[in-house]
């Protein structure tokens, strides 16, 4: 199946997602609509215990409700548009796949820079604990979330208008579940150099840059668990890490295997990959937060109590 424009540039593409056979579209469909609403309801769970419990109004937990914020936006970004495709024509406009690539960059990217956000936090409240209050102060925290925002936003417009510069003359198929950098490079044909040297310089600084980070901070918290000198205190470090630890590991994971190699090596099972952080890592985030946080659970009860108590009253 594939579309060719004549003229000199194609007006939509087509994706042909993960799988071209007419009877695995339903079981898909089925799948990521119950990972979809999973990710939503989860998600949603979390803001709403946050905001609601006066316990959990702390910088920690103020980066918590904003990351389930952003997955939230990261897969309405991916798996609606997927849904539409099982079911329906796998077409996309340009300007609609120039837009889904725009916000698929700057929430994926968002994510990376607020779990980097928050093992500062971590960081700071492990190490540093007696200032703590005063360097998380409220302000700093809406600051460092506004410029985790700002900033991968425009490194997502600058390849966004680099890639609105090439020229799309032949094959206007994507082999991908959505419209990404290298697929969509693949297909130009005209000179991609230049999108390739960003991609190669700059996207590594932005990519790797807070992984660095979580790496250092995690280094210097282990340094400092270590000196604790009981047992209990050590455990009760680690359990304010072990969460964010394990979200890191699964988020920057797939990652690195799919984006820290060249355009030509690019292979269709990198997209396989590519669902762990745009859609399993937003859905297990909410779990694997609650499931090892005693605080967050207890707020989740209580939220579940009033609605339980308010549907009792109506």
């Given at each position: 199946m594939e579309r060719v424009n004549q003229t000199s540039s194609v007006s939509e593409f087509i994706l042909l997602g993960l799988s071209s056979r007419p009877?695995?579209?339903k079981p898909l469909f089925m799948l990521f609509l119950i990972m979809y609403l999973v990710t939503i309801m989860g998600n949603l769970l979390i803001?709403?215990?946050?905001?609601?419990?006066?316990?959990?109004?702390?910088?920690?937990?103020?980066?918590?409700?904003?990351?389930?914020?952003?997955?939230?936006?990261?897969?309405?970004?991916?798996?609606?548009r997927m849904l539409v495709n099982f079911l329906s024509e796998k077409t996309i406009s340009y300007a609609g796949c120039l837009t889904q690539m725009y916000f698929f960059y700057a929430f994926g990217n968002t994510d990376s820079f607020i779990l980097a956000v928050m093992a500062y936090d971590r960081y700071v409240a492990i190490c540093d604990p007696m200032h703590y209050i005063t360097t998380m102060s409220h302000?700093?925290?809406v600051l460092l979330v506004a410029f985790s925002c700002s900033f991968t936003h425009l490194h997502s417009l600058l390849h966004t208008l680099l890639l609105n510069h090439l020229?799309?003359?032949?094959?206007?198929?994507i082999h991908h579940f959505i419209c990404d950098l290298s697929p969509l490079m693949k297909l130009s044909c005209s000179p991609t150099f230049l999108n390739e040297i960003v991609i190669m310089t700059e996207g590594p600084i932005v990519l790797v840059t807070p992984f660095l980070f979580i790496t250092f901070s995690y280094i210097r918290i282990f340094i400092a668990v270590l000196k604790i000198p009981s047992a209990a205190g050590k455990r009760k470090a680690f359990s304010t890490c072990g969460s964010h630890l394990s979200v890191v590991t699964l988020f920057y994971g797939s990652i690195f295997y799919v984006y820290l190699q060249p355009l030509s090596t690019y292979t269709?099972?990198?997209?396989?990959v590519t669902i762990v952080h745009t859609a399993v890592s937003s859905m297990l985030n909410p779990f694997i937060y609650s499931l090892r946080n005693k605080d967050l659970k207890q707020g989740l009860r209580k939220l579940m109590s009033k609605r339980k108590s308010q549907a009792a009253l109506s």
């Open positions: 009877e695995d579209q803001i709403l215990a946050i905001c609601t419990d006066s316990k959990l109004q702390t910088p920690m937990y103020f980066f918590l409700s904003f990351l389930s914020f952003i997955d939230i936006c990261l897969t309405t970004t991916i798996v609606p302000r700093r925290c020229t799309f003359c032949n094959s206007n198929v269709v099972q990198d997209h396989i």
